[in-house]
C-alpha cells in the first residue's frame, strides 16, 4: 500500500514536472509574439474571451495565463475589462487539458509515445542548444511526454491503491464534500490541470463514482483561483481587481455547476448513454460547466469591471506636504515652505522617472550602485500605478501654482518676488519630464517584455542612460561633486544618449530589428532625453539639504 502512494506521489510529481517544462518552453518559443498576441487580441470582451481560451490551450495552464494577464494589467498593456475577459477564457481553455488527458491519457497506450515523445525531444536538444526556437520545440517535447508519462505511472498507482479500499467508507459522504477536496488538492498543487488528471485516474480505478469525480472537479475550478489571489498580493489595485474577477467567476460558475450536477449526469448517463465512458462524461461536464459560465457572465464584464473599480481603492491623502501648512500672506515662511514643495516635487519625479523605466529607486539613491549594476539587478517589470502617481504630481503641480498665485497678491520684496519666477519654472520642468516619461510606459513595458535581444539591448541602454542622470543629480544636490564635475557629468550623459541613438539606427540597417521597433526605441531614448533636459533645469532651484531619502514616488 504504502509503495502504491510513493508511485503515485512520484507520478504526480513528474506530471508536474512535465506541465511546468512544457509551459516554460512554449512561452519560450513564443516569445513576444505571443505577448503581442495577446496584447492585440483584447479591444473588446468577446476578443479577449477568445485571446484567453487560446492562449490557455496552447500554453496547458490556466494559472500561467492568469498570471500573465495581471501582469500585463499591472502594466497598463491591457485594461481591467479585457483582463476580465481573458480570465474568463482562461477558464474554458483549460478544459482542453481534460480533453487531452481523458483521450489520449486514458485511451491509448501512454508509452508508446511518451517515451518516444521524451527520447526525440532529447534529441533535438542536444543537437539544437545554439538554436533557441528549435530548442523551445525539444523542450515541448520532452515536456509532454513527461507529463504523460506522470500520467502513466499515476494511473497504474492509484489503480493498485483502489483494490485495498473499502469504497463503502466514503459513500456516505456528501458530494459538498467532494467539492472541498478538489478545492485542497487544487490549492495545494497548485494546478487544476493536475488536479483534474488526479480526479479522472481516481475515476478511471472506480475511487470515485462519476458524481464525486465531477464535484471534485468543481472544487478544481474554485482552487486555482488561490495561484491568482496569491499573485495580486501587493499589486496595484486593478491587479486585485481582475483576481477578485476571477474569483467572482468561479465562485458563480461552481454554485450553477453544483446546482445543475444531478440533471447533468441524468444526461451524460442515461440521455447520452455514457455510463461505459465516465472519463469523456467527466471532460464534457466539465466543459459544459465553464461554458456555461462564460455564457452567463460574459455579457456582465462591462457592469463587473464598472463595480470593482469601486472596491480596493486607495486612500487619498493631501498631495502637497509644505504648502498647505503654512498662510501665503505670511511670505517669509510661504516661501520656504514653497521651495521645500518644489524640491520635493522634483526628488518624487526622480524617483517616479526611475520606476516608469523599471528601475527600483534606492538602488540609485540609497545603496549608491552604478547605472550598469542598478540595471542589471532591475530586469523585471516594475508594478505600480503609474497613472496615480503621475495625477499626484499634476495635483501637486496645480497646488502649487495656485499657491503661488495667492502668495503673488501679496507685499513682496523685489528679492521675494525674483525668487518665485525660477520655483514656479522647476515645477512645470519637472510635470513636463513626468509627462514625457509617463507617455513611453507602454513602449518601456514592450522592450522589456521582448525576446529579442538588440532590442533588450537597447532598451537596456537607455535605462543606464537615464540612471546615469540620476546619480548626477543625486551627487549634485548633496554637493559631493563640484558644480563643475556636475557640468562635466551632464555632457557625458548627452554624449551617451546620442550614442544609444547611433547604435539603434544601426539596427535598421542591419535589419535586425524591424522598422515600427527601431522608430519606437528612438522615441523612447529622444523622451527619455529631453526629460532629463528638463530635469536638470528643474533642479537649478531645488533645495541642495533636502533628503533623496524622505520622499516616497507614491
Not at 440533471?263 to 466539465?286: D, G, N, R, V, Y
Not at 502668495?407 to 514656479?424: D, F, R, V
Amino acid at each position: 500500500m504504502t509503495t502504491m502512494i510513493i508511485e503515485a506521489l512520484s507520478g504526480l510529481g513528474i506530471f508536474l514536472f512535465g506541465m511546468l517544462y512544457m509551459e516554460l518552453a512554449l512561452k519560450e518559443a513564443a516569445g513576444l509574439r505571443f505577448k503581442q498576441w495577446i496584447k492585440n487580441s483584447t479591444s473588446t470582451p468577446l476578443k479577449s474571451l477568445f485571446a484567453g481560451a487560446g492562449a490557455t490551450a496552447a500554453l496547458q495552464s490556466s494559472s500561467v495565463v492568469t498570471l500573465m494577464t495581471l501582469s500585463f494589467v499591472s502594466a497598463g498593456l491591457v485594461s481591467l475589462e479585457s483582463s476580465i475577459g481573458i480570465i474568463f477564457g482562461s477558464n474554458l481553455g483549460t478544459t482542453a487539458t481534460a480533453w487531452i488527458v481523458a483521450t489520449l491519457g486514458f485511451k491509448v497506450q501512454i508509452e508508446a509515445f511518451a517515451l518516444p515523445l521524451i527520447g526525440t525531444g532529447g534529441f533535438l536538444l542536444v543537437m539544437s542548444v545554439s538554436h533557441q526556437k528549435l530548442s523551445a520545440i525539444a523542450k515541448t517535447f520532452i515536456g509532454f511526454g513527461l507529463l504523460f508519462f506522470g500520467l502513466s505511472i499515476m494511473k497504474t498507482a492509484i489503480g493498485s491503491v483502489a483494490s485495498s479500499i473499502d469504497l463503502s467508507l466514503y459513500t456516505h459522504f456528501h458530494l459538498i464534500a467532494f467539492v472541498g477536496f478538489g478545492f485542497v488538492v487544487t490549492a495545494l498543487i497548485q494546478s487544476s490541470s493536475a488536479a483534474t488528471a488526479i480526479v479522472l485516474s481516481a475515476l478511471y480505478a472506480q475511487i470515485l463514482n462519476f458524481d464525486q469525480s465531477a464535484a471534485m472537479v468543481i472544487g478544481t475550478n474554485i482552487g486555482t483561483t488561490v495561484t491568482a489571489l496569491i499573485g495580486s498580493i501587493g499589486g496595484i489595485p486593478d491587479k486585485k481587481r481582475a483576481a477578485a474577477a476571477h474569483l467572482l467567476f468561479n465562485l458563480i460558475t461552481a454554485l450553477v455547476a453544483f446546482l445543475v450536477l444531478p440533471f447533468a449526469t441524468l444526461f451524460l448517463m442515461k440521455t447520452l448513454a455514457m455510463q461505459s465512458e465516465p472519463i469523456i462524461a467527466l471532460a464534457l461536464f466539465h466543459t459544459f460547466f465553464n461554458l456555461l459560465g462564460v455564457v452567463l457572465l460574459a455579457p456582465f464584464i462591462p457592469f463587473m469591471a464598472k463595480h470593482l473599480k469601486k472596491m480596493f481603492t486607495q486612500v487619498e491623502r493631501l498631495p502637497t506636504k509644505y504648502i498647505h501648512l503654512v498662510d501665503p500672506k505670511i511670505p517669509d515662511t510661504a516661501l520656504i515652505a514653497l521651495r521645500n514643495e518644489v524640491s520635493r516635487l522634483f526628488i518624487k519625479t526622480m524617483k517616479f522617472s526611475l520606476l516608469l523605466l523599471n528601475i527600483r529607486p534606492n538602488d540609485i539613491l540609497s545603496k549608491n550602485l552604478d547605472a550598469k549594476e542598478s540595471v542589471a539587478l532591475n530586469q523585471s517589470l516594475i508594478e505600480f500605478d503609474y497613472h496615480r502617481v503621475y495625477d499626484t504630481i499634476k495635483d501637486i503641480e496645480i497646488n502649487t501654482v495656485a499657491f503661488i498665485n495667492e502668495l503673488t497678491q501679496q507685499n513682496l520684496t523685489p528679492e521675494q518676488s525674483a525668487s518665485i519666477e525660477p520655483l514656479l519654472s522647476s515645477v512645470r520642468e519637472s510635470v513636463y519630464a513626468a509627462k514625457l516619461l509617463k507617455d513611453i510606459k507602454n513602449n518601456i513595458n514592450e522592450f522589456a517584455l521582448s525576446d529579442r535581444l538588440p532590442i533588450v539591448q537597447s532598451y537596456d541602454a537607455i535605462r543606464r542612460n537615464l540612471a546615469y542622470t540620476m546619480i548626477i543629480f543625486a551627487n549634485c544636490m548633496d554637493e559631493k561633486w563640484a558644480p563643475d564635475k556636475c557640468e562635466e557629468k551632464f555632457a557625458k550623459a548627452e554624449e551617451d544618449n546620442k550614442h544609444i541613438m547611433k547604435e539603434t539606427t544601426l539596427l535598421l540597417s542591419s535589419d535586425r530589428v524591424k522598422e515600427k521597433v527601431v522608430a519606437s526605441l528612438l522615441n523612447t531614448n529622444r523622451s527619455v532625453y529631453i526629460a532629463m533636459q528638463s530635469l536638470q533645469s528643474a533642479s537649478k532651484v531645488v533645495n541642495l539639504h533636502f533628503s533623496l531619502d524622505e520622499e516616497s514616488p507614491s
